[in-house]
Structures are given as C-alpha cells and as structure tokens.
C-alpha cells in the first residue's frame, strides 16, 4: 500500500457505449481513468489531495515560499504516481531541506519558536510525501499531518478554523483506515463510513474529556507572541488608524445585563498618549512622571451598567472597558490593575479569548481639580513644529482670554470652528507632512478621526491647556439574533481629554463636531466586502444582514460555549452536580468515575453484543468442534448436510454417527424450511439435544 506504483495499462471503454460530447465525454474519460488507476496510486492520490487541504489551511500564515515549495512538491509526487516513475533519490531529498532551512532563516531569523517552527512542519509534511514506499512511510505522513492540524489553533480558534480542520481529519482517518484495510480493491466510501462511525463513538469521549479534563493555565491556551492584532499600538502617528479601519473583524462583544447606554456613550478606553515629539504620539515619558491618581480623584456617580465582555486575543496587556470603571473586572489567574490614566492592564498579554464581567459608570470626574506640577508634560510641545498653529493659538487668546478660567471658552470655540470651518472626515485623507496640524487647520481640512484628534490636542497645548489622546474604541451594533453588541476593528477611534480647574480630566470628541454621525448611530464606517458578500448584499441588503447576524451569533455562542469554557466554569460544572465546595481533587474524582462508568458500559455493550449473535451460527460452530475433536475436519462454510454426510462416511452406521447426522439435517430444517412446516424442530430443543447427544469417538488410529 502507497508504494511507488507501476505504470497502469488504460482500461479501454466498452464496445458500443456512447459517451457524449463536451463535459461529459470529458467527465466519462475522467471516471475511467480514476477507475483504471491501481489502488496504490488512487491511495496515494487521496492522501496527497488530504495533506493539501491540511496545508492549505495554513497558507495565510506561512511564508508565500513556504506554500510555493509545499504546492511544488505535492503535485510532483503525484504526477510520479500517476506516471509510475520512481520516487526520487536522497540528493534531491538533502538538496530540498537545505533550501528550506536556508529560507526559513532568511524569513525569520531562526529556526526556533512558533513561526519557524510551523514553517518547518508544513515543508517536512510535503518532503516527507517524495519517501512514502511503504504503508510505515505513511503512518508517519499520517502523525505528521495530525500534528500540522494542531499548529492551526495557534492563529486562529474559530468556529470557521474548527470546521476546516474537523474536514482534515475525517480526511484523514478515513486514509489511516484505509491503510488498514486488506488487500484489494475496498472502495473509500467505505473506508469514510468506518472513519465517520469511529469519529462519531469517540466523540462522547472527547466531550467528557473536554468537560472536566482539568484545565492548567497558560499550558492550556495558546501561546502568546508580540504581534499587535488590534491596531492599537502604545503609539501613534498619522494614518495608523485609517488603515485599521478597513478591518471588519471583531474585536470584543458585549452583553448588557440592562438597557445599554446611547451609542454614543460608548467609549472603550485604552492606551492614553501623553508625549508628542513633533511626529509620534507616545505614553507619558519617563523625564514627566505622572503622580499616581488617588483613589478620591476617581470619583462616579449615576446608575452603574453592568455587562459582560468577551475580548478577541489581541496580544496585548490591555483590557477594554467602558468608560469609567472603577472596580477591577475579575479575570482567572490573570492581575489586573488600573493606571493613572484609567487605562486597566493585565499583567500579560491577552494570547486568547477571554470573559469577564464589568461595572462602568458613563458619569464620573478623574484627575485632579487644581493645577499641579505633573500636568506640566500635558502642555508640552515639540519646538519647531506646526507654526501656524501657534499662530493661531495666540489669536484665540486674544479673542477669547487665557487662564483657566476661560478654558471652557478655548475649547468651545475650537469645536465651533470644527462645526463651521469646512472640515471632514473621511477615510482618505492624505500622506501628511511634518506639520500635521497645520496641514490640517490651514490647508487639507480634512482627516480620519486620529488626525482631528491629534491636531485638536496640539491645539489645546498651545493654548496653555492640558491635553492629551485616548485610544480606543466608540460605538458598536447589536445582534439582533443573541442581542450582544459586537465592537469591531473598524470602531477603532481617537478622542481627547482636557483638563479643566474644578472638574479634572474632561472628555471632548473633536471628531463629533466634525461628524456627528461618526458617534452617533446614523452612519458607521464599513469595510470592503469580497465579491460574493458584495453580489449578495446589492441583490437584497436584508438577506445579506440577517445572514452576517446569524453567523456572528454562531461564531458567539462557540466563544462562549467551547473557548471560554475555564477552569472556572469546571468547577460551576461540579458545583450544579452537587459539590459544596469543588476542588482540583473533586474534578479528578468525577473524571475517574466516568471513565469507570464508560468502560463498564463498553464492557456491557460488548457482552450483550456477544450475546446478540446467531445464537443458530454459534450453535452450528459448537457442532463443528465436536466433530473436529473427533477427528473430522471441516470448514467454516461446510453447511449442516454436508457435515451430516461426511459423518456418515466417516463412521458407517454406528448408532452414535445416525444421531449426529439426523441432529444436523434437523438443524439445517429449522433453519431453511419453510414457515410452518410440520416436525421442525425449535431451536431450543435443538440445543437442548445438543447437551445429550453421544458423539462418536476418535479413531484411535
């Protein structure tokens, strides 16, 4: 099996038979050369075509090489087993791994860790498909490609990702099965029935195992890397945030357990930039240090909103909240604390899925109420940046006042000129220059949200007022199929913060009075759809939304039900099956019980099993070796009337050989008579004669 083939003589077609014209002659020449291969080629063919699928999932994560060479080598082993040639030699073998090494060094600068790693197998699975001359060749391309499935998980833990894979691997057990099966020609529709009903009698299996196998974190998640996957980095420059988005993917969901705030009270806070050096928006340096705000400068009021987030893995240590909240959200096995800036951080990054409940308040009031020294790097600007804007900044001044007191009147002021100036926002606005604000007030009048913000707060310093830029995420839309609001990446936003005498740290949205819209639930920025999406929703927009409704609400309830499933939620588990106080002990104890369960109930199957057999077959064998204790040889397909006969030769017409012989004919009558036919004997008493019968003895020759 899967040995290099010999060439195949074509089957010719049948005398007579008409095959049709265009596709179906096409069509019927295909069928006949598939049905004309020997079975080491159409085995190894199905293999080939299993492991591409196997790769194939892989591709938008591996080097465009890496899928070239893997695609090269596939279709080169199978146009050998088509041709019948011989598999090529350990020159070539050698020659194909140094490439690949050489070029996995050259994309990743080494051949450890996750990235390489995953490089390597994929590339190893395919060079090990030129070796594949015998069935424990293919046991190992079999392991092999087992292990490439699980290398999948590492970027994506989807329910799309799960579907991919559940095909690879029905795909391959039907080929492992397949190999086991004997000599011939065994079509492999049957070998999938067998995979599937195997799949299918483990999977009770796998879900106890999934249910209380105990879960130790972080060996049980997926490994974290330094890859940001949200867009919001600890920095900012101009245009960063234009390009994120165009990503429609989901960053977090939410479940209110109340009526939800107005959609444009939804502000997600996250990284906070503080320090400007004329290009860069940075957190605040470390020559400024920010004075730990007190637990009295966060003050809220109002109803609290509570609700649950599940956040998409975004490799950082941030955690998304609504504005403002002043209790720490509880995470399993992850600390979290709450900065200065009201950003709330994990003391690692968030590698996978997670789920936690919070509490915000919309109406609070943060940082201190008096000027003090540490809001010092909130004023600070680069020199020789934006001079138009300074300009302008000392004109408002004169306009409007200075001090304090009139930076109420600064700010409205701006925001008017936002309103009335002829600004927009849109998602093209430009390369900019050195002075981005200045690009931005004089000459374009126009940017995404991270340009209005950054030139609104360089503004705002150059008229003496502490500012600075919160990233993050504004709005959402809710599912109308689960009713969770879904927060997407191209929700990514920029806003500012003021701080004003009396109140502190003061919200302003520059990109509000620039678009109202943009924060409100009349217009929402939305990404590029592919042809089908795009086909679909101009033939008919509802159909195209429920559609994307119900997808999102599956992909929701497989994040909640299967991903998030914690240790936590283990113990709940233990907990609604009677446990007080559930521990690690408990879970093992319940494990152990189960298996103990199952495997009695294997053993139960297997006995009844037994027991559900021809008890007339097992009857007939029973007879058989008696016989063959005797001293007669039969088969296992000699019927009841020949044994009959051979006893008879065999033993003349000794009582005990007639007794044997009329027991056999009248086993094979209450088999084969007909219905109600008269003196046919039940089968019972048939084995009731059994017991008593004298069978003849040994030749003692």
Same mark, same amino acid.
């Given at each position: 099996?899967?040995?290099?083939?010999?060439?195949?003589?074509?089957?010719?077609?049948?005398?007579?038979?008409?095959?049709?014209?265009?596709?179906?002659?096409?069509?019927?020449?295909?069928?006949?050369?598939?049905?004309?291969?020997?079975?080491?080629?159409?085995?190894?063919?199905? *293999?080939? %075509?299993?492991? !591409?699928?196997?790769? @194939? +999932?892989?591709? #938008? $994560?591996? &080097?465009?090489?890496?899928?070239? =060479?893997?695609?090269?080598?596939?279709?080169?082993?199978?146009?050998?087993?088509?041709?019948?040639?011989?598999?090529?030699?350990?020159?070539?073998?050698?020659?194909?791994?140094?490439?690949?090494?050489?070029?996995?060094?050259?994309?990743?600068?080494?051949?450890?860790?996750?990235?390489?790693?995953?490089?390597?197998?994929?590339?190893?699975?395919?060079?090990?498909?030129?070796?594949?001359?015998?069935?424990?060749?293919?046991?190992?391309?079999?392991?092999?490609?087992?292990?490439?499935?699980?290398?999948?998980?590492?970027?994506?833990?989807?329910?799309?990702?799960?579907?991919?894979? *559940?095909? %690879?691997?029905? !795909?391959?057990?039907? @080929? +492992?099965?397949? #190999? $086991?099966? &004997?000599?011939?020609?065994?079509? =492999?529709?049957?070998?999938?029935?067998?995979?599937?009903?195997?799949?299918?009698?483990?999977?009770?299996?796998?879900?106890?195992?999934?249910?209380?196998?105990?879960?130790?974190?972080?060996?049980?998640?997926?490994?974290?890397?330094?890859?940001?996957?949200?867009?919001?980095?600890?920095?900012?420059?101009?245009?960063?945030?234009?390009?994120?988005?165009?990503?429609?993917?989901?960053?977090?969901?939410?479940?209110?357990?109340?009526?939800?705030?107005?959609?444009?009270?939804?502000?997600?806070?996250?990284?906070?930039?503080?320090?400007?050096?004329?290009?860069?928006?940075?957190?605040?340096?470390?020559?400024?240090?920010?004075?730990?705000?007190?637990?009295?400068?966060?003050?809220?009021?109002?109803?609290?909103?509570?609700?649950?987030?599940?956040?998409?893995?975004?490799?950082?240590?941030?955690?998304?909240?609504?504005?403002?909240?002043?209790?720490?959200?509880?995470?399993?096995?992850?600390?979290?604390?709450?900065?200065?800036?009201?950003?709330?951080?994990?003391?690692?990054?968030?590698?996978?899925?997670?789920?936690?409940?919070?509490?915000?308040?919309?109406?609070?009031?943060?940082?201190?109420?008096?000027?003090?020294?540490?809001?010092?790097?909130?004023?600070?600007?680069?020199?020789?940046?934006?001079?138009?804007?300074?300009?302008?900044?000392?004109?408002?001044?004169?306009?409007?006042?200075?001090?304090?007191?009139?930076?109420?009147?600064?700010?409205?002021?701006?925001?008017?000129?936002?309103?009335?100036?002829?600004?927009?926002?849109?998602?093209?606005?430009?390369?900019?220059?050195?002075?981005?604000?200045?690009?931005?007030?004089?000459?374009?009048?126009?940017?995404?949200?991270?340009?209005?913000?950054?030139?609104?707060?360089?503004?705002?310093?150059?008229?003496?007022?502490?500012?600075?830029?919160?990233?993050?995420?504004?709005?959402?839309?809710?599912?109308?199929?689960?009713?969770?609001?879904?927060?997407?990446?191209?929700?990514?936003?920029?806003?500012?913060?003021?701080?004003?005498?009396?109140?502190?740290?003061?919200?302003?949205?520059?990109?509000?009075?620039?678009?109202?819209?943009?924060?409100?639930?009349?217009?929402?920025?939305?990404?590029?759809?592919?042809?089908?999406?795009?086909?679909?929703?101009?033939?008919?927009?509802?159909?195209?939304?429920?559609?994307?409704?119900?997808?999102?609400?599956?992909?929701?309830?497989?994040?909640?039900?299967?991903?998030?499933?914690?240790?936590?939620?283990?113990?709940?588990?233990?907990?609604?099956?009677?446990?007080?106080?559930?521990?690690?002990?408990?879970?093992?104890?319940?494990?152990?019980?189960?298996?103990?369960?199952?495997?009695?109930?294997?053993?139960?199957?297997?006995?009844?099993?037994?027991?559900?057999?021809?008890?007339?077959?097992?009857?007939?064998?029973?007879?058989?070796?008696?016989?063959?204790?005797?001293?007669?040889?039969?088969?296992?397909?000699?019927?009841?009337?020949?044994?009959?006969?051979?006893?008879?030769?065999?033993?003349?017409?000794?009582?005990?050989?007639?007794?044997?012989?009329?027991?056999?004919?009248?086993?094979?009558?209450?088999?084969?008579?007909?219905?109600?036919?008269?003196?046919?004997?039940?089968?019972?008493?048939?084995?009731?004669?059994?017991?008593?019968?004298?069978?003849?003895?040994?030749?003692?020759?």
């Amino acid at each position: 099996m899967l040995s290099t083939p010999r060439r195949a003589p074509h089957a010719a077609p049948e005398g007579g038979r008409a095959l049709g014209a265009g596709p179906s002659r096409r069509q019927g020449r295909v069928e006949a050369r598939l049905a004309s291969l020997p079975r080491e080629t159409r085995d190894t063919l199905f *293999l080939l %075509a299993v492991v !591409g699928w196997v790769v @194939a +999932l892989q591709v #938008a $994560h591996i &080097p465009w090489w890496c899928s070239t =060479l893997t695609a090269g080598v596939l279709v080169w082993r199978g146009t050998l087993a088509l041709r019948g040639l011989p598999l090529p030699g350990w020159p070539w073998r050698l020659g194909l791994l140094g490439l690949t090494l050489a070029a996995t060094w050259a994309t990743h600068r080494t051949l450890l860790g996750q990235e390489a790693g995953v490089t390597l197998i994929v590339v190893l699975l395919s060079l090990k498909t030129l070796e594949m001359r015998a069935r424990r060749d293919a046991f190992v391309v079999f392991f092999l490609a087992f292990f490439t499935l699980l290398t999948h998980f590492f970027y994506s833990q989807s329910l799309l990702t799960a579907a991919g894979i *559940l095909i %690879a691997l029905l !795909g391959l057990l039907t @080929a +492992l099965v397949n #190999a $086991h099966m &004997p000599v011939g020609r065994p079509p =492999l529709a049957q070998a999938a029935r067998i995979a599937a009903g195997m799949a299918a009698m483990g999977a009770p299996i796998m879900l106890v195992l999934f249910l209380l196998f105990p879960r130790f974190s972080p060996l049980w998640g997926v490994p974290a890397d330094d890859r940001g996957r949200s867009g919001l980095s600890s920095t900012l420059r101009v245009g960063q945030i234009a390009e994120l988005v165009l990503d429609d993917s989901i960053a977090l969901r939410l479940r209110f357990e109340d009526r939800p705030p107005p959609q444009g009270q939804l502000y997600f806070r996250g990284p906070v930039l503080s320090a400007f050096d004329g290009v860069e928006w940075r957190p605040a340096r470390a020559e400024f240090p920010t004075r730990q705000v007190l637990p009295g400068e966060l003050s809220v009021s109002g109803d609290p909103v509570r609700y649950e987030v599940t956040m998409e893995p975004h490799r950082r240590p941030w955690l998304f909240l609504l504005e403002a909240a002043a209790q720490a959200p509880e995470l399993p096995d992850v600390r979290v604390r709450m900065t200065s800036e009201l950003q709330w951080l994990t003391d690692r990054p968030m590698g996978s899925l997670v789920r936690f409940s919070a509490t915000s308040h919309p109406t609070f009031r943060h940082g201190p109420l008096a000027l003090t020294p540490a809001l010092r790097e909130h004023v600070a600007l680069p020199p020789g940046y934006n001079p138009r804007t300074l300009a302008l900044a000392q004109q408002l001044r004169r306009e409007h006042g200075s001090g304090p007191e009139a930076t109420p009147v600064l700010v409205a002021a701006v925001l008017d000129r936002l309103r009335t100036g002829g600004y927009l926002y849109t998602l093209t606005p430009g390369v900019y220059g050195q002075h981005t604000a200045d690009e931005f007030w004089f000459d374009r009048r126009q940017g995404f949200c991270e340009h209005i913000a950054s030139s609104f707060v360089i503004l705002m310093r150059a008229l003496d007022i502490p500012a600075r830029i919160v990233t993050g995420y504004q709005g959402g839309e809710m599912n109308s199929v689960d009713g969770y609001w879904t927060v997407r990446q191209r929700d990514a936003h920029a806003w500012a913060e003021v701080w004003q005498a009396g109140q502190g740290w003061v919200r302003v949205d520059p990109t509000a009075a620039v678009a109202p819209a943009r924060v409100g639930s009349l217009q929402r920025l939305s990404a590029p759809e592919g042809a089908i999406a795009g086909t679909l929703r101009n033939l008919s927009p509802d159909i195209a939304a429920q559609l994307r409704a119900v997808w999102e609400a599956m992909n929701n309830r497989w994040n909640q039900w299967v991903l998030n499933y914690t240790q936590g939620q283990q113990l709940d588990l233990l907990k609604r099956l009677g446990f007080q106080s559930p521990s690690w002990a408990d879970l093992a104890y319940v494990l152990i019980g189960v298996v103990v369960l199952v495997s009695l109930l294997g053993a139960a199957w297997t006995l009844w099993e037994r027991q559900q057999h021809d008890p007339w077959l097992r009857l007939l064998q029973r007879a058989r070796a008696r016989l063959q204790a005797s001293g007669l040889d039969s088969s296992e397909h000699t019927p009841p009337r020949e044994l009959a006969l051979r006893v008879q030769q065999h033993w003349g017409a000794s009582q005990a050989a007639q007794r044997v012989a009329q027991w056999l004919l009248q086993l094979e009558a209450q088999r084969y008579a007909r219905p109600g036919t008269a003196d046919t004997p039940t089968l019972a008493t048939l084995q009731s004669e059994f017991r008593h019968l004298a069978w003849p003895r040994k030749d003692p020759r």
